[in-house]
């Protein structure tokens, strides 16, 4: 408790320290309890004076610490992560590239990776749709690309975010159960193949880092999907008690949760495909759906995630799009 120490320590200790953390870990105390005494001094005319440079630096080695502790935990292929004071980070999902149809959405995002020039890009799953390998009968005599032709698609289409990024080294992949398609037909099909080059979806798109979660500092985490439903942001960060990103319902929100921890956000990236596609139109039956074609942009403050926005297509055939309150041409 901070009333056992008095306040000539406390005071004599902020004027070394200048941190709030580093004066709560010095005396033992509660941070919460740091901060009340600081602000009843403050009140009775005392001149309390914070570094913010030294505490930014220090509260980043914690977060750096404990991030690297939940990658250990793991092997890369499975979580990878980063610590981000202050940046963007571009999120598109379920893109289900194929021949010849580029979409407004994808033109969009190339738009926005140039002119905010994101520190991160993530493909959130399902860039590759898998179509003539699905696990899913063929409907009728309807006509779908092959593999080779699927991977052409995406091929051009990373190559293209790739060409516009600043930061080659921070492009990440969180795989999604269309690109699992991939090497699970391979596996089912031809097991004596395993580790021949080619036979795993990675080998084709060498600058895209793999994984299953991307982590940014200690709360923030990107998958391609967890809960389902039209409600599945809310249930994600309400469950994991972090802001989560997912793709996989191609519903495009954000839906922010408020309790004693303060705000965390689930997102939804919606999808970088046109939702009335090729891709889609056999099995949904032209039934209505609840999908929006777009991505998302977080943007980091002081380590913090501030409120995401949304890039919505507004008219695919005219290729409008919708941001910041203004109707953008791209």
């Keep these: 408790m901070t009333s056992k120490i008095s306040n000539e320590l406390f005071l004599a200790t902020w004027a070394e320290l200048q941190s709030p953390q580093k004066v709560a870990d010095a005396l033992g105390l509660e941070i919460r309890g740091v901060y009340r005494r600081r602000n009843h001094l403050v009140s009775k005319g005392y001149e309390?004076?914070?570094?913010?440079?030294?505490?930014?630096?220090?509260?980043?080695?914690?977060v750096q610490a404990k991030i690297q502790k939940r990658l250990e935990a793991t092997r890369h292929s499975v979580r990878r992560g980063t610590v981000l004071e202050k940046g963007r980070v571009l999120v598109f999902s379920d893109a289900h590239f194929y021949p010849d149809d580029e979409t407004t959405a994808f033109r969009a995002l190339l738009e926005c990776i140039k002119e905010f020039k994101p520190e991160i890009i993530v493909c959130n799953g399902d860039a590759f749709d898998g179509a003539s390998i699905s696990r899913h009968p063929r409907i009728g005599w309807d006509s779908k690309p092959n593999v080779q032709q699927e991977l052409e698609a995406v091929t051009y289409h990373l190559s293209e975010i790739e060409k516009a990024s600043t930061f080659k080294s921070n492009l990440i992949w969180t795989l999604g159960n269309h690109d699992a398609r991939f090497?699970?037909?391979?596996?089912?099909?031809?097991?004596?193949?395993?580790?021949?080059k080619g036979y795993s979806l990675k080998d084709h798109f060498p600058l895209w880092q793999p994984c299953?979660?991307?982590?940014?500092?200690?709360d923030t985490v990107i998958k391609h999907k967890w809960k389902g439903s039209f409600g599945a942001g809310r249930a994600n960060t309400l469950n994991a008690g972090t802001n989560f990103i997912t793709g996989h319902t191609h519903v495009l929100a954000v839906q922010p949760l408020t309790d004693y921890n303060g705000t965390r956000y689930g997102v939804q990236t919606g999808c970088l495909a046109n939702p009335d596609g090729d891709q889609f139109s056999d099995y949904t039956e032209d039934n209505p759906k609840d999908w929006r074609s777009g991505f998302a942009m977080l943007t980091f403050d002081r380590g913090q995630l501030l409120m995401p926005e949304l890039i919505q297509v507004w008219d695919e055939e005219k290729g409008e799009v919708q941001f910041r309150g203004k109707i953008w041409s791209v």
Excluded at 183 to 196: C, D, H, K, R
Excluded at 212 to 218: A, E, G, P, R, V
């Design 48 to 62: 309390l004076v914070t570094n913010t440079a030294t505490a930014v630096r220090y509260d980043k080695q914690i």
């Design 183 to 196: 090497e699970t037909f391979l596996a089912a099909n031809a097991p004596q193949y395993e580790g021949v």
């Design 212 to 218: 299953w979660s991307y982590w940014i500092n200690d």
